[in-house]
């Protein structure tokens, strides 16, 4: 494949370096089948993914599947699926993970880097849970993504819909998107036989995989539905999709609250998204009841985290595609403005703003990325304190709270997001973003308004009081 070559994508020519290199590019295909819905237009996104896979595989690059599994019933079952995957797509590699996220606790990020990968593409099962979730972690470690939107599919139309729509928010804050067809000029650079018809019995074998689930689809949790009814205990939130947490445990012992990146850069006059063009009364809605909320759990006793997204001033821990997407639509992380450099660390815009700033012995967690957990400490001092259960606030709901979510309900974090103390810059992903989270059952924990979880602990201001 030729070099200095782009692609069609939105919301900008893909990759953002404009060399376009198939040796350095990988192909991650979702292949967990409880993501995929029985219809003919997954099996139309199926045949354009193994079109594109097939080339790509073609002209050297990487190949590789996953998927979420918790034991397969029997080797055969795996060679089954194993089969599947190559047969179908090409798939020679399937990275098993115990997660949502490919990346969390499995070795994908080193055999990326091993294998010289710096751009990766997202095709697949699950668009608005698996892959969304390893497209948020590749692009915090610094890889240049791209999603398909003709060839990846997931169970619900609209939560598909403002999953690509949060990719390309904000100048493409994950990445950018495009049509499996647009890698077809790229193709033409070199001798491709892009037409072998897909063998009709991989659809056979398809089948056969779903009878057997391969192990990918969690055992079902039949609830006593009783034992839910409001009032069993009165320390459990009333939230949805289930009363919170499910195992009935609310302890300030074991229970913090995330208060994420509430910085004059997010919701501040001058700052970053105000910058950028944003309603920043959209960002500042929810600091009203999230100073009520920190102050209750003051009273109440539980660890208090901040966070603050941030760089060094030299910007050596800011990933180039990030600082490029960032300038592209003028405001560039480092560059002067009202607040200081935007998104450097010690600078007036990075500071949490008054009404929820933190006092002594509060801990404070300074990130690189959009989530908590990558490059931090804050793993290990949840665990060390014996923390279980995790109830987040914070801006933008659709990105840096997202983000820290799934990751910490995939480390087995019980989650509460209290959903007035939240936002973001696009009412629609915003409301998307709760969905997603209430989504089967509660795939990644529940909702709640914070009077809910105010009545639940027992303490707090009342609405009506003045702070």
Known sequence: MAENLVIQADPYPWPYHGALASQRMALLIGLDNAWRPRSSASDVADEKLRHLSLNLQYLGGLIIGFAQTREFKSQSDQALFLNFAESLFGVREVIFTPSLDAFYNTDLDGILRAAGIKDIVFGGWGVEGPIHSTMRSANDRGFECLLLTDAAVGLDDDLVSHAFSMVTFSGGIFGAIAASSSFDTAFDEV???????????????????VSAKAGLRANPVKLDKESLIKGDNPMQVEAEPYLWPF???????????????????????GGYVDRMGYDLSLTRAPLVPTARVLSAAREWGCMIIHTREGHRPDLSDCP?????????????????????????????????????????????????????????????????SGITHLVFTGITTDVCVHTTLRDANDRGYECLLLSDCTAATDVGNYEAALKMIKMQGGVFGAVATSDAFLSAINVGVPAGAKL
């Open 247 to 269: 195992d009935e445990v609310l302890d300030p012992k074991t229970t913090a609250l995330i208060f994420i990146d509430w910085q004059v850069d997010f919701c501040g006059p």
């Open 320 to 384: 180039e595609n990030k600082l490029w997407r960032s300038r592209r639509i003028g405001a560039g992380i480092g560059d002067p403005g009202p607040c200081g450099r935007v998104l450097v660390r010690g600078e007036p815009g990075w500071e949490i703003v008054p009404e929820v700033a933190p006092i002594d012995g509060e801990l404070i967690i300074d990130k690189p990325g959009k989530g908590s957990f990558y490059a931090t400490d804050l793993d290990l001092l949840l665990r060390t």
């Open 191 to 209: 001798q491709v036989t892009r037409d072998a018809p897909m063998d009709p019995g991989i659809l056979d074998i398809r089948k056969e995989v």
